[in-house]
């Protein structure tokens, strides 16, 4: 079977050796992704669009955090912190868990730690080729 992005045209060999190789399953004619799975995705997808959500994540990486810990790393206000953390539980990216008086957020998956890791380091090597494309 042929793998093919979204938009329907084939990948280049580098995308779908790089989808073979990671286990994932690129969408074709005869895999088209369900619209629900792909609204699903956007909301995913939307709940890290923020550089601060993204901050989160990326702290939440090494292990839980209370709000007062994200607060000192980030150096982000407290509401804005409690806000943003409301978005990425709503979305399923965070858990809370109660220990106290404090609520102890950790990461539901280590998939999207992936996928903000990964931009970041997009996000990094555009910058130090200029935004030039290999």
Do not use: F, W
Not at 8 to 22: L, P, V, Y
Not at 56 to 84: K, N, T, Y
Not at 92 to 102: H, I, K, L, Q
């Amino acid at each position: 079977m042929t793998t093919q992005p979204l938009s329907g045209r084939s990948a280049g060999t580098g995308q779908s050796e790089m989808a073979a190789a990671a286990g994932t399953v690129r969408p074709s004619a005869e895999n088209r992704v369900d619209k629900q799975v792909l609204d699903a995705a956007g909301e995913l997808l939307r709940a890290l669009s923020a550089p601060v959500r993204i901050a989160i994540v990326l702290e939440l990486l090494s292990g839980g955090r209370c709000v007062h810990e994200l607060v000192g790393a980030l150096s982000v206000p407290q509401p804005l912190i409690s806000q943003h953390l409301r978005v990425l539980k709503s979305a399923g990216v965070v858990e809370g868990r109660r220990s106290g008086r404090e609520v102890l957020y950790t990461l539901v998956d280590d998939h999207l730690a992936h996928i903000v890791t990964d931009a970041i380091a997009h996000a990094t090597e555009e910058s130090t080729n200029g935004g030039a494309r290999p």
